[in-house]
């Protein structure tokens, strides 16, 4: 067997990569092609704002993806190149999944490709914009599940991966297992031919500011966002067949070795065609206690809840009385989507069959606490 090289975990120390990334974007609904409306460039449509507690969001979606929950970004203080940054991104990994669904994809291909542009983006907490632990490192964590036969794969504490979700989808089809950590995770990563990435790669101005003020050594800045920022996708193919995939970099100034709910099945993912595809953000040691993602679709299978009233007894009522908040995308196998959070915000944006595609990034758009 060929040796595994060991790679140099602390490259960060290597000069700044860039500057602080300043991302923005603007939500548009876009033609089913990506094609621009007539006579200029598009316009991303926002959503209007849900109809109300345990109501559904959307009808009819095939596939949602999530970009974290947590502080929300404010319209008077967000420009409109960093509003534009950040629609662009969700939009681009809705496209993503659009792809390989248009294609007669499934599911699990397509939020696994989904999450990937999400990890590739610096704006979000995951892959190449994941946040330093307390050491100063990176440890990112993933998991996907498909829903046809519960079969699930995920990653911990990989140091070394530039997808972790791909590296959880190969745990899923190439082992008997369900969760690989830590070094042997990311070994098998390399042994399956994912090219490994130095510590240094996921380095961003914006994340080092980030630990640098929860250190009490910033700014003088309160530390928002970036705690609770996880990425994730749900989705429905034509086969009926639901999955769902979570990544992340976990919490700004974590302890080394912490893993949180998203790549443990039944907390930050969970998917199963008779009842729902979950994909969870939020504050991690709550929704592993509470069981998160898992409790939304017993909630539907033993219950009868609907998908709305589910996550929303989930997310607004069980999970703040252990205190944390949070979010969670949830899409059941008619396509009824929901999104409801505790939190202050949640990015969050969803495509529906007839190929209409919504962003929501700021609080008129997903008001808290419905």
């Known amino acids: 067997m060929r040796a595994i090289p060991r790679l140099r975990t602390r490259s960060w120390l290597l000069p700044a990569l860039a500057a602080a990334t300043t991302v923005t974007v603007l939500a548009v609904t876009v ?22 507690k345990g109501k559904p969001d959307a009808r009819d979606v095939v596939l949602a993806v999530h970009g974290g929950a947590g502080t929300a970004l404010e319209r008077d203080e967000t420009s409109p190149e960093k509003e534009r940054a950040y629609r662009d991104g969700l939009e681009r990994a809705l496209r993503a999944g659009q792809k390989v669904l248009e294609a007669g994809g499934s599911s699990t291909e397509a939020v696994e490709k989904a999450v990937n542009v999400l990890e590739d983006d610096p704006l979000f907490n995951a892959g190449k914009g994941a946040v330093f632990t307390a050491d100063a490192g990176h440890e990112l964590d993933a998991s996907i599940m498909r829903g046809s036969d519960l079969k699930a794969g995920a990653v911990a504490g990989v140091k070394h991966v530039r997808n972790p ?57 309160p530390l928002k966002d970036a705690t609770k920022g996880t990425v994730g996708a749900v989705a429905l193919d034509a086969r009926k067949n639901l999955a769902a995939a979570t990544s992340t970099g976990g ?92 939190s202050e915000g949640m990015l969050t944006g969803y495509l529906t069959r007839d190929g209409k595609l ?6 008129d758009e997903s008001p808290a606490g419905r």
Do not use: C
Request: aromatic share 6%; glycine share 14%.
């Open 31 to 52: 033609p089913r092609d990506g094609g621009s409306p007539p006579g200029g460039s598009p316009v991303a449509a926002a959503a209007p704002a849900p109809a109300g």
């Open 165 to 221: 979700i791909t590296a959880a989808r190969l745990v899923m089809d190439k082992t008997r297992h369900v969760l690989l950590a830590g070094q042997g995770a990311d070994d098998f990563a390399l042994e399956q031919g994912l090219k490994p990435v130095t510590q240094d790669y996921y380095y961003t101005q914006r994340r080092w500011d980030e630990l640098m003020r929860a250190k009490g050594n910033g700014d003088g800045k």
């Open 251 to 342: 919490l700004t100034n974590k302890m080394a070795g912490r893993v949180g709910d998203s790549p443990l099945i039944g907390a930050g993912t969970y998917a199963k065609n008779r009842t729902v595809a979950a994909s969870a953000t939020g504050q991690g040691e709550v929704f592993i206690r509470g069981a998160a993602t898992a409790t939304i679709s017993d909630l539907m299978e033993f219950q009868g809840r609907d998908v709305a009233a589910a996550a929303y007894e989930v997310l607004i009522k069980r999970l703040p009385a252990l205190g944390g908040d949070g979010g969670v995308i949830a899409l059941d196998r008619h396509g009824t989507f929901d999104a409801p959070h505790s």
């Open 358 to 363: 919504v962003t929501r990034i700021f609080p």
